[in-house]
């Protein structure tokens, strides 16, 4: 079985650009969250979505934005970028709202 | 003080040691416990999921927690060199979505 697909698994973007990430959850997992983590520090939680819906959303600034589509496949989407959003961005999947998440390799991204 | 402390390390000990991992935690909504592996450059891989306070065991590992002093730990009998990873503390409330991680505590093991 596959696990969580994300991609890109790197890129690199310019300060002030839009970037888009994209995660396929395990077949059957209907939730996907997203976390971003910095380096040297634990993931942080920045959105969750639910049956196509969001259920929750981290401290992070309106430039963050993300859907979840019918086959429950799901965008991150981030705006005008700075440099502080260098990070890995990690999408996770679970079976139901609040199960066990498992989590995909992530994207790399480098804002430069 | 931050939610989840966890001791980032570096920890390093020698091949078959037993390895003693702790997190402790200031919210006592949180209910549900999860231990992360996560190599370099890679997504956290789950390791335990425990809900209630005593011990559970999974091969080598044990995830340990205790509720009433808010402190949770992850015993790894006989490392391997291949244990070398950060090991991600993680928990979240009851009905919550939200995982809340430590910083993580960075092990090598040496052969």
């Known amino acids: 079985d596959a696990g969580v697909t994300q991609s890109p698994t790197h890129l690199i973007k310019t300060r002030g650009q839009h970037v888009t990430l994209r995660c396929s959850p395990i077949s059957g997992h209907k939730s996907v969250s997203w976390y971003q983590q910095v380096l040297g520090q634990g993931p942080q939680f920045i959105f969750q979505y639910y049956e196509k819906e969001e259920r929750g959303r981290g401290n992070f600034p309106d430039r963050f934005s993300a859907r979840q589509f019918p086959n429950y496949s799901s965008e991150l989407n981030v705006n005008a970028l700075l440099l502080g959003d260098s990070a890995l961005y990690l999408c996770?999947?679970?079976?139901?709202?609040?199960?066990?998440?498992?989590f995909g390799q992530g994207t790399r991204l480098t804002v430069v | 003080q931050k939610e989840v402390e966890q001791d980032p390390g570096p920890l390093s000990v020698p091949e078959g040691a037993i390895v003693s991992l702790n997190c402790t935690y200031s919210?006592?909504?949180?209910?549900?416990f999860m231990w992360y592996r996560q190599y370099s450059r890679k997504g956290p891989e789950l390791l335990m999921y425990t809900y209630s306070s005593g011990n559970k065991e999974d091969g080598r590992f044990t995830a340990q927690v205790d509720k009433s002093s808010k402190y949770i730990s992850l015993f790894i009998r006989d490392s391997q060199p291949s244990d070398s990873a950060t090991y991600l503390c993680a928990m979240k409330g009851a009905g919550s979505y939200q995982l809340t991680f430590g910083k993580g505590t960075k092990l090598s093991v040496i052969p």
């Open positions: 919210n006592s909504a949180f209910q549900y």
């Open positions: 996770a999947s679970s079976l139901g709202e609040w199960t066990e998440a498992f």
